[in-house]
């Protein structure tokens, strides 16, 4: 009884005096008053975790189906290939916006002003494709500087759902990201040739 009634007036004393770290008999202070901090971001079930947080993304133009568009967006089978062609023009995947705006740079700089000053008034084409394998041709067609292709999941499918990411991609060359997707909302996007982030659903077979 006497080691226990000096273990819980050590810990009143060290909360009193904002003292955090491990106290003599075996109590993490930290622990007591951070629970959730020393979870990994993964595994954290706390509602506040910043990791999980920051791992969220969501798809900035609506997906709008529009049977006028310029240029189609979809998977066609190529040498038992589900391939979704895609082509990266300043600031843009043509096929995802059905059309080419015509946007005019030289550095990634000038995409993140004119998507800040155009994205409430551009919309994505719907894609939506069942579970299984697929490849994405992407072709920078007249962008003048690196750009690339990020795939993953959207909101807290981020954290679960397959990717898949690369880069080195100068004008005039094309270059395919292959994955295995598995239902659910992902965004996809080029940070390099910064576009949007536009919407595609996977269903279950």
């Known amino acids: 009884m006497k080691i226990r009634h ?62 006028c568009a310029a240029v189609k967006l ?17 600031c843009q995947f043509v096929e995802s916006e059905g059309e080419q705006l015509d946007f005019t740079t030289t550095s990634a700089e000038d995409c993140k002003k004119i998507n800040s000053e155009t994205a409430d008034s551009r919309t994505a084409q719907p894609l939506t494709v069942p579970a299984g394998d697929y490849t994405f041709r992407v072709t920078n067609e007249n962008v003048p500087y690196e750009v690339g292709f990020y795939l993953r999941g959207a909101g807290l499918g981020g954290l679960t759902l397959p990717k898949v990411s690369g880069g080195g991609l100068f004008e005039g060359e094309t270059k395919e990201y292959e994955v295995s997707l598995k239902p659910g909302e992902y965004v996809y996007s080029c940070p390099l040739n910064p576009t949007l982030r536009y919407p595609l659903t996977v269903t279950a077979n």
Do not use: H
């Open 74 to 90: 979809g998977v066609v089978e190529e040498g038992g290939k589900n391939v979704i062609n895609l082509t990266q023009a300043p």
């Open 6 to 67: 000096l273990a819980l007036v050590a810990i009143a004393t060290a909360l009193s005096l904002g003292t955090v770290g491990t106290v003599r008999y075996g109590f993490n202070l930290s622990a007591v008053a951070a629970p959730c901090a020393a979870k990994p971001c993964a595994a954290n079930p706390c509602a506040a975790n910043p990791c999980a947080a920051a791992n969220v993304e969501e798809a900035d133009v609506e997906a709008v189906a529009n049977p």
